[in-house]
């Protein structure tokens, strides 16, 4: 056989033990604070049918479907099976085929990879991560109280400062219909996005040529002159609603959001959150798919845009013939908040020291004298290495060295006839010498 | 949009809370062993350039690739990516890759799915998780110890008693070497397999019709009749592979094997091991592949063949361009543990109760009282949920039924104006009322 080069396809990666370690220590605090309010995790396969998953993410997502060619005959027909593209279509398609295994309101977890034929490029990848939380079959706003929540908690643990951002299509689609323009709600908030850059005047022209009529675009003044306390814009907004616009126009959809959001806030007030948490109009996430409420999360000391966002939807399972279903989660975007921890130097630095203490080995006799007591650190919890060969001690040294290993025992002849351990810290340098039987000393010091 | 009845590729899963929650048990039971020895976990991507992975798994492999279709313009031309098939050869590719950054001795662990164009039956799926532990770059019989020493750790933990059998390449190579076969290692251990089911008459017609000469079949005799203590067989074979058999032929080989056989066995004996483990001549698992130790384990209280296989290989890396570099692996099978504990019933029964105590929620008032209890509960390391709805307390008793949440408080007006919280332990019935403030009380009715 000729020798390959090997290497990996584009956009894809490999994960070596200090990126594992890093990603494990993120994934398993988001894991436990999930689990700390209930939500259960779950997998789904790599590949699903096609039909599963062509038409959910529009003509550009099919596109950029991998799709896995038929094996056997079947090779030369079109593909039947297509890789997970995100865990959104998975998990409809999950709780509509288990529908009579679940409980509802039924509140799930799931961390798996996805793929997309995306051109690669920096930060964006072919297989990546997803984190996301989803609860279903509740259109309680304690469940977005509850995201809101395990979002402050994960990023506390971490140890990042982050702002929560929320928004609510309701409110939107509420804007766009005082207009007097429902199909417009998109543009809309694309001008209240763009009031901090361009200024009113400008905003209110890029309207005028989305075709927004002379009335529709007094309304939109308004409603960007909004000021005040939280409770301020919510009164103004709510005058509007009920017709107190230019148009006149009222809107039961927006008044419906409104009461969505102070409830929303309320809740959060009552249970307290670390993190700012802002109401922000101009928070167009996933738009045509969101119906309630539209989060956001960005870090405060790191620019790298959103690295956590969600919303609820009302008829995600309604495709695969549940409907009426309403559910709400959010998505935790594990590459970007590994950015962010690097940035900002917040991985704890133990992450990366996977063993404890390495035993130097001498000779075969002394190997034999070892390892009844690295067994039983082991079976203590220390993670414990035996080097394999006998070879020069600098070499072993300089094994711990590169692997990070902050401690070392090396026992010779003298040590086996003491029935001792000789233990060196090698950072401080420290070194004693233990009874091998004296296990919780030697526990002691190796802390 | 039409209704889609969902389902999923045949040959794979879903898993849904449960299971998921039995599989990380499993895998976390693993892992944490595997940390104890020092081996870091990593991940290689999910697709390989078909270059990597083709010609690696025999003929039959190739056809069980899944194979990815090329995106965009290249769609119709042949695939150059496939699936990951095992996570051996996309760990050879990554040892070879990475050689500068990685310090030798290696030790890996990987836990990733892998895919293969199987036809699906009872047992045998397209998608299922292996799980991995290598150490490469070093040929010290102390990594051969510390696989078993591993075995044992994670089969003790999860109470699953198991029988370990070794083999050794070498020494199966040295029979075939002094019966004048040295072609002829398979046919050779398939004989002696089949002793105990046919006799040695039979055994003797078989190799007679594999062309194995008198003189060879004579050999075989010798080897198949040997008897006595672990020490007397040793010492007999290596009568016969110093020249001493029917054929008067001697093998290094062989005696290299015993060697390594005789100093494993030693350092098992030196340190321990809770599990039988027996030197197995007919242990033939994946000999194209293994050049010294083959490692099978299987359970002994429940008959589902092999759950955890491995060897030593010393040219894995050869075909990627990094010759000569030794290594040594097992491999657990998830899917079998599981069905081992499942039949068993070794599963821990809290494993499927995610959550500790659940808030039934009268109203809007008492929502907002429970809130901030349920926040402490969980920040102080409980699993809590607040019912999003304020619906009939029946069908919040009956949601804690069904998700098995074996506490649950319900507080009213009275509870509010006094400031308590009121518990109840759904399996005895008992019920108390605490102070919302005493949490250390709480904390302590719910364990």
Same mark, same amino acid.
């Given at each position: 056989?000729?020798?390959?080069?090997?290497?990996?396809?584009?956009?894809?990666?490999?994960?070596?033990?200090?990126?594992?370690?890093?990603?494990?220590?993120?994934?398993?605090?988001?894991?436990?604070?999930?689990?700390?309010?209930?939500?259960?995790?779950?997998?789904?396969?790599?590949?699903?049918?096609?039909?599963?998953?062509?038409?959910?993410?529009?003509?550009?997502?099919?596109?950029?479907?991998?799709?896995?060619?038929?094996?056997?005959?079947?090779?030369?027909?079109?593909?039947?099976?297509?890789?997970?593209?995100?865990?959104? !279509?998975?998990?409809?398609?999950?709780?509509?085929?288990?529908?009579?295994?679940?409980?509802?309101?039924?509140?799930?977890?799931?961390?798996?990879?996805?793929?997309?034929?995306?051109?690669?490029? +920096?930060?964006?990848?072919?297989?990546?991560?997803?984190?996301?939380?989803? $609860?279903?079959?509740?259109?309680?706003? $304690?469940?977005?109280?509850?995201?809101?929540?395990?979002?402050?908690?994960?990023?506390?643990?971490?140890?990042?400062?982050?702002?929560?951002?929320?928004?609510?299509?309701?409110?939107?689609?509420?804007?766009?219909?005082?207009?007097?323009?429902?199909?417009?709600?998109?543009?809309?908030? /694309?001008?209240?996005?763009?009031?901090?850059?361009?200024?009113?005047?400008? /905003?209110?022209?890029?309207?005028?040529?989305?075709?927004?009529?002379?009335?529709?675009?007094? !309304?939109?003044?308004?409603?960007?002159?909004?000021?005040?306390?939280?409770?301020?814009?919510?009164?103004?907004?709510?005058?509007?609603?009920?017709?107190?616009?230019?148009?006149?126009?009222?809107?039961?959809?927006?008044?419906?959001?409104?009461?969505?959001?102070?409830?929303?806030?309320?809740?959060?007030?009552? $249970?307290?959150?670390?993190?700012?948490?802002?109401?922000?109009?101009?928070?167009?996430?996933?738009?045509?798919?969101?119906?309630?409420?539209?989060?956001? $999360? +960005?870090?405060?000391?790191?620019?790298?845009?959103?690295?956590?966002?969600?919303?609820?939807?009302?008829?995600?399972?309604?495709?695969?013939?549940?409907?009426?279903?309403?559910?709400?989660?959010?998505?935790?975007?594990?590459?970007?908040?590994?950015?962010?921890?690097?940035?900002?130097?917040?991985?704890?630095?133990?992450?990366?020291?996977?063993?404890?203490?390495?035993?130097?080995?001498?000779?075969?006799?002394?190997?034999?004298?070892?390892?009844?007591?690295?067994?039983?650190?082991?079976?203590?919890? /220390?993670? /414990?290495?035996?080097?394999?060969?006998?070879?020069?001690?600098?070499?072993?040294?300089?094994?711990?060295?590169? +692997?990070?290993?902050?401690?070392?025992?090396?026992?010779?002849?003298?040590?086996?006839?003491?029935?001792?351990?000789?233990?060196?810290?090698?950072?401080?340098?420290?070194? +004693?010498?233990?009874?091998?039987?004296?296990?919780?000393?030697?526990?002691?010091?190796?802390?």
């Amino acid at each position: 056989m000729s020798v390959q080069k090997p290497s990996i396809p584009k956009g894809t990666r490999d994960f070596g033990q200090m990126e594992m370690a890093r990603r494990n220590y993120i994934f398993d605090t988001i894991r436990s604070v999930f689990r700390a309010y209930g939500y259960q995790q779950i997998e789904t396969p790599a590949m699903e049918n096609l039909s599963t998953l062509l038409g959910k993410y529009g003509e550009e997502g099919d596109k950029l479907l991998f799709r896995i060619q038929n094996s056997g005959e079947k090779a030369a027909l079109a593909p039947e099976k297509g890789l997970r593209y995100d865990l959104t !279509v998975p998990f409809a398609r999950f709780v509509v085929q288990h529908q009579n295994e679940i409980s509802f309101p039924y509140k799930r977890f799931q961390i798996q990879p996805v793929w997309r034929a995306d051109r690669p490029q +920096k930060g964006r990848y072919r297989e990546f991560y997803q984190c996301d939380v989803d $609860v279903i079959g509740t259109r309680s706003q $304690v469940n977005e109280l509850e995201l809101v929540q395990m979002v402050d908690a994960v990023f506390g643990k971490l140890g990042v400062r982050v702002g929560i951002h929320i928004n609510n299509r309701k409110v939107l689609t509420g804007f766009a219909e005082i207009a007097g323009a429902p199909d417009k709600v998109v543009d809309i908030t /694309v001008a209240i996005d763009k009031l901090d850059k361009i200024g009113l005047d400008k /905003v209110k022209e890029e309207m005028a040529e989305k075709g927004l009529s002379e009335q529709g675009i007094a !309304v939109i003044g308004q409603i960007l002159s909004l000021e005040g306390s939280f409770a301020d814009k919510l009164g103004a907004m709510r005058r509007l609603f009920q017709g107190g616009s230019a148009s006149g126009i009222s809107s039961q959809t927006g008044l419906k959001g409104l009461e969505e959001v102070e409830e929303l806030f309320g809740l959060i007030d009552a $249970v307290g959150i670390q993190a700012p948490v802002e109401l922000d109009l101009s928070l167009a996430r996933g738009l045509n798919y969101y119906t309630g409420a539209i989060f956001e $999360v +960005k870090a405060l000391d790191w620019e790298i845009g959103s690295i956590c966002g969600g919303g609820r939807y009302d008829n995600l399972t309604g495709i695969f013939g549940l409907p009426d279903l309403s559910g709400v989660g959010i998505s935790f975007g594990a590459d970007r908040i590994y950015d962010v921890l690097t940035g900002l130097e917040l991985f704890p630095a133990a992450l990366t020291q996977a063993t404890t203490l390495l035993f130097a080995v001498m000779g075969a006799d002394e190997l034999k004298y070892i390892l009844p007591i690295a067994r039983d650190l082991r079976a203590a919890g /220390v993670a /414990v290495e035996v080097y394999p060969d006998a070879v020069k001690l600098r070499k072993q040294f300089e094994y711990a060295e590169r +692997k990070g290993i902050p401690f070392i025992s090396i026992n010779g002849s003298s040590e086996m006839e003491a029935g001792t351990v000789n233990l060196k810290n090698l950072q401080s340098g420290e070194q +004693k010498a233990f009874k091998a039987s004296a296990l919780q000393e030697i526990l002691n010091f190796l802390k």
